[in-house]
């Protein structure tokens, strides 16, 4: 029988070590007094920190980074900046020194960066939007003075340009996707290094006033002391960022920009078979392309942005990483086109899930038949359009609407050499809306969304029975915040309707995120007759985000059963309801020891609608900091025995194992021009299945331009529940179907390299590949007696036989019948790579110049990989891309 393990006594053993270690790490702490620092309750408050910025007369400021114009000689500069680290609340060891001028196009700033050993500062020359380790000033402004959302502009001692924006109240929620078009130039010298920034008005947002009173936040990172000092520096157990800013006053007479910009550009390829089957007419070796599009940018007043892409281009955008996926669930990757990730923060919303932009463009769902096929990689963007914006009410819109156009495939019968064309993707229609009124002094919220998918069918095609051909889903979302967001009460309420033909909403009902047709559960079944289909999601939540020492969160949520969001959205599986909270103890204060440390205590429930409860946890983590900025984190985990419903994929429920974990890591200090980390997971289960990984880092910086980093990953899995097939011939226990499950022992090894190498700030070099190797290798084939339980039926035991054949296959004898287990031993090597010139040629114009390889090859060995198979995974067979494309930024107004 497999032995279960018992989560008390590990966690009661887990509890006491860590436990010693808050004894530890808490005496290290109260041992220890900083005798030169500010509390932070010295820190001036934000109302009580201005800065007046100057309308320039007489001769302009030229822009060289030498702050030797005479508007600079006359400027007022202020310098009175605070340490956050190392240790809050004290005077700077370098002195800084900012001033701000304006004329009627841009707002001025210039630096003065002291330094006692000019020597030492770092100012490594990267690409831009890649700041590196460098040496840093970063100028944050809240336009709006809405207290909530900032555009940062950032420029390190070599000049090389950074810009984000804060979509929340929060430092380092940041979309990197803004990308202004602004200048910097920098210059080091014998007291330090001075820079100069123009931000154009006609790159911001702002009120259409008189007179403008912005928020202002300045950082300044100098990497070799581990220092951060800022001009307001949010306290390290309190909330907010653009809420703390002080105030830019004096900018007088100027107007929001209609901000009119039109970015065409043109593309061309070539695509380069490596390996190719003469009997396949659809690949000649060779594919020659060329396409032409543009992106627009328009101000609607002077809040709301209009941002449009016709046929859009991302053949620079850096490839997913290699994934082998043996479940019956979607991987989700991230977005990395700039597009979609611009605005994404407000879109994507605070519910759950309801819009996730990759579905926009994604792979077909159709696939033609023939012995070979062609069929379209993506789903071909015709056009999308978005609006975002703030209004002056504290309003935040933003609005989405895409259409893909139709895809066709066809496939290729080599006995009968015929064609045939089907179509793989309708003409499809996305739209995405949502409001987010701010309100109150805490600055709290409340939301609304919309999302909607509309197909375009043609008559009697099968894609129909397929696809949905309507698909809507939102719901109101809120976040009451207090004490300045020390504590909040947030959560969501939204629902979801799909509708097609019966065939297309039965494949719903069916799929794994939903299995209707479970034969144990009585709330829910398939109807084969419904055209429609109905859920809702709903979750409340509350927590102390601030405040020295303890802080807390509780979590309850629920999806029903009918909730489906994948049309447009994201959703692994409905019918869940789930409840966690954590507790949390830190210290912020450094000891003599620790920088800070924070230890966390998790538990989290869930259960599905019928009351079956599917899994309990129970986590506990130490995170801590060391003096020298060594990071450090070790968890423990431990798992009761639960029930699933998606194991036997729309079978009967069968039990799963208890287990427990452990994890560890430990990375250097980020300030380092080497940095290195380290991570190693445990897990083992009742079952006797096991699974670990390990992997690291390093990234170093050679000289002043080069970069590179390498990250290499092994993961080993045992499961003895590896689900197989699921045919006719079983016991009445489990209505009649064999559950065919295996144990698999599965091996990956990977490696990231990435190596960029920065001519100049606007011309760099950038080389990614990840070889990949994986195996897979199947035995101990059984089969489930009856729900719900841990027993699992071996082949060759009980009265039954199993005998493998010469090609792979295994024949299985139990009593009368006899059936085929078809193989599934693999082994899989991947080679992915991207390497990109880039070259900002003049402002907002880019060149690009892409080589891309995708390498591949499988067989049904079984063997483990090793590091052999991950060096021949760069030799395999594949196809290699060529691609340049030319893009001109024409600001029309």
Known sequence: MPRRIRPAPVLLAVLAVLLSLWAVTARAQNDSTETDSTTVDDIPPPASKRITAVRITGRGIALDGRLDDEAWRRATFVSDFLQKEPNEGSEPTERTEVAFYYDDDALYVGARMFSHDPDQIRATVTRRDNSGTSERIIVALDTYHDRRTAYSFSVTAAGVRTDYYHPDNEEFDREYSFDPVWEAATNIDSAGWTAEMRIPFSQLRFNALPEQIWGINMDRWIPTKNEDIYWIPVPKDGTGWASRFGELNGIAGIKPSRRIEVLPYVAGGARLSGERDPDDPFNNGHEINGRAGLDFKMGLGPNLTLDGTINPDFGQVEADPADVNLTAFETFFSERRPFFVEGSDLLEGDGPGYFYSRRIGAAPHGYP??????????????????????????????????????????????????????????????????????????????????????????????????????????????????????????????????????????????????????????????????????????????????????????????????????????????????????????????????????????????????????????????????????????????????????????????????????????????????RWHGYAYYRRTSFDGLFYQVDGGIATTIGDRLEIALDPKLTRAVNVRQFIDAIDGGSPATNGTRYIFSRIDETTISAQLRINYAITPNLSLEFYAEPFAASGRYDNFGEVPAPRTDYMRIYGTDGTSITRQGDGTFTVVDGASTFTIQPHDFNIGLFRSNLVLRWEWRPGSTFYLVWQQDRSHQDEQGERVGLRDVGSSITAPGDHLLSLKLSYWLPVD
């Open 369 to 674: 038949d023939g012995d070979y096929i062609d069929r379209p990689e993506n789903s071909t963007i015709l056009g999308a359009v978005k609006v975002t914006g703030r209004l002056p009410s504290g309003m935040s819109v933003g609005a989405l609407g895409a259409v893909t156009g139709r895809e066709e495939g066809r496939g290729y019968d080599a006995d009968s050499r015929r064609f045939d064309t089907v179509g793989v993707e309708p003409m499809t229609l996305y739209s995405v809306g949502r409001v987010q009124q701010e309100f109150g002094e805490d600055a709290s919220t409340v939301g609304l969304m919309a999302t909607g998918v509309a197909r375009a069918f043609r008559e009697g095609e099968p894609l129909a029975d397929e696809l949905v051909a309507t698909a809507v889903s939102g719901g109101a979302d809120w976040d009451l915040r207090m004490g300045d967001g020390e504590y909040n009460v947030s959560g969501h309420l939204g629902g979801s309707y799909v509708a097609g033909t019966s065939a297309a909403i039965t494949r719903v009902q069916q799929s794994s995120a939903h299995y209707f047709q479970r034969p144990d559960a009585g709330y829910i079944s398939v109807d084969t007759a419904r055209r429609s289909l109905a859920g809702y999601t709903a979750a409340l939540a509350m927590a102390r985000n601030g405040g020295t020492h303890w802080l807390w969160d509780l979590h309850l949520s629920m999806d029903s059963p009918g909730l489906e969001l994948n049309d447009i959205g994201r959703l692994g599986s409905a019918d869940n309801i789930d409840i966690n909270g954590t507790l949390h103890y830190r210290d912020t204060r450094p000891g003599e020891i620790f920088h800070s440390y924070d230890l966390a205590f998790t538990a989290g429930d869930n259960w599905d609608f019928g009351g079956t409860n599917r899994y309990r946890s129970l986590d506990l983590t130490w995170n801590v900091t060391f003096r020298n900025f060594l990071n450090a984190m070790i968890g423990f985990n431990a798992g009761d025995r639960g029930i699933s419903d998606n194991m036997t994929r729309g079978g009967p429920q069968i039990a799963t194992s208890s287990n427990w974990e452990v994890e560890g890591s430990i990375s250097s200090n980020f300030a380092a021009t080497t």
